[in-house]
């Protein structure tokens, strides 16, 4: 609720600054406004990836749920750059459900969720969004792939520690790049027993 509170306050001023630059305007609509054609009640996995490394990544995994299952893919993404690799990827493939990532934003979200059966939420690295993670565990397991934490975010993170220890409880796997990833995201609250170390 929180979180919520303070993006909220941030909302004005975010949509003044679309009102006086075009193109972050652009920006915005493209995210929060993007009017998703999704199959009404098909079950689905979404997979969230940040930019290009992560749609390239994500690809053996979206191929392998693609051939080995019968859900359909909605894959998520923050960038342009992001956008144009997926599309190229996956223009021919009408099982692939390809977005931009409403910026974790509640009401977006929950939007794409009431048109779908979620079956299970696949984030590639670590994403970390609240909203995201809190709303899709609601109806399916939440899973980090390929998971890492720099020395930056680790700084950033340790600031959030007492938030982040209730957040990951509703993660049910954490599968991380080293030994390293795997001991730094349990500093930050994940449960020992949820956490693996499967290499990059």
């Not at 690809?59 to 359909?72: A, D, L, S």
């Not at 009401?107 to 048109?115: D, E, Q, S, T, V």
Request: proline residues 4%.
């Amino acid at each position: 609720m929180v979180y919520n509170i303070l993006r909220a306050a941030v909302y004005p001023f975010l949509f003044i600054a679309a009102l006086l630059k075009p193109s972050f305007r652009q920006f915005l609509v493209k995210r929060l406004f993007q009017k998703p054609e999704l199959q009404k009640d098909k079950e689905y996995i979404w997979v969230h990836c940040a930019s290009v490394g992560e749609v390239n990544l994500s690809e053996p995994v979206v191929r392998k749920i693609i051939k080995e299952t019968n859900y359909k893919v909605i894959l998520t993404m923050m960038t342009d750059t992001g956008m144009e690799t997926a599309s190229k990827k996956y223009f021919e493939n009408p099982r692939v459900d390809i977005l931009y990532f409403p910026l974790d934003d509640f009401f977006a979200i929950r939007n794409i969720l009431r048109k779908v059966k979620l079956r299970e939420l696949v984030i590639v690295e670590t994403e970390i969004w609240p909203n995201l993670i809190s709303q899709c565990r609601r109806q399916a397991p939440v899973v980090v792939i390929n998971g890492r934490i720099s020395d930056k975010s680790l700084k950033s993170y340790k600031k959030f520690i007492w938030y982040l220890r209730r957040l990951f409880k509703k993660v049910n796997f954490f599968i991380m790049q080293s030994e390293q990833d795997k001991q730094r995201i349990i500093l930050l609250g994940a449960e020992e027993f949820k956490v693996k170390n499967y290499g990059n």
